[in-house]
């Protein structure tokens, strides 16, 4: 049976922004789904992915892409047969840390300076990176104009989802993990994802000199190859 790979976006991105990862891995013949992720909360957002994961016969590989690293990281162990975890410049929380605790454990994430705010009806605040000031702090090594369609496109998730802790059953403790990052992110500091690679004892840790926190759009066959990696273990018993 083919192995899926799931998708799942981070914040200030759609599932667009998966496409030249997409491509290679359908020629290799996987399946691929790019999950939707609602990014208005941790434990939300997870079990969303979690009845997703849930649906799928046969193997499958998480993908996490910035805060969807934390949601991978919250889906139940037992909701399918789930080879593997790659964080794409991903956060890969422990029990009870937030992605903005661990953006903020070291030096280097210059995000809330770039970010604007709207209150909600239901309380909430979402947040989203400034139009003018997207292509610098989000994808620095994107020509202007392709971070111009992604500044317009970009979804906002909510202050709440970033500051809710993770859950007590990590899943990296329990599968293989694989990370990819750029050398100049600014929106996760490249110390922390090496923290994050090395606690988390990854099979394969790559660091892209240059790139930015869009990984999976500038270097996207890098990505892949990770993802492919992950997808050649065999299903657990």
Not at 38 to 44: D, S
Not at 109 to 132: C, F, K, Q, Y
Request: proline share 6%; aromatic share 6%; glycine share 8%.
């Amino acid at each position: 049976m083919r192995t899926t790979i799931v998708l799942v976006h981070g914040a200030f991105a759609e599932s667009s922004s998966w496409n030249d990862v997409i491509d290679p891995l359908l020629e290799a013949r996987l399946h691929v789904i790019a999950a939707a992720n609602p990014l208005r909360g941790l434990a939300a957002d997870a079990a969303a992915v979690t009845d997703l994961v849930r649906s799928i016969d046969g193997p499958v590989v998480l993908v996490g892409h910035s805060y969807g690293g934390a949601v991978i990281t919250n889906v139940d162990a037992d909701a399918g047969e789930i080879v593997g975890l790659v964080y794409v410049a991903g956060f890969a929380p422990d029990a009870g840390e937030s992605c903005f605790t661990l953006a903020g454990k070291f030096p280097g994430s210059t995000l809330g300076e770039t970010l604007e705010t709207v209150a909600r009806r239901d309380g909430t605040t979402d947040l989203s990176i400034a139009l003018d000031r997207f292509n610098e702090q989000f994808c620095a090594d994107l020509p202007a104009n392709v971070a111009a369609r992604m500044a317009a496109t970009q979804r906002p998730i909510t202050r709440e989802a970033l500051l809710e802790a993770s859950g007590e059953r990590p899943l990296w403790k329990e599968l293989p993990s694989w990370f990819v990052f750029g050398g100049n992110d600014r929106n996760i500091p490249v110390a922390a994802q090496r923290y994050m690679a090395e606690r988390a004892s990854a099979q394969r840790a790559v660091e892209i000199p240059g790139a930015s926190h869009a990984v999976a759009v500038s270097q996207p066959y890098i990505a892949t190859d990770l993802i492919l990696n992950a997808a050649s273990l065999p299903a657990p018993a």
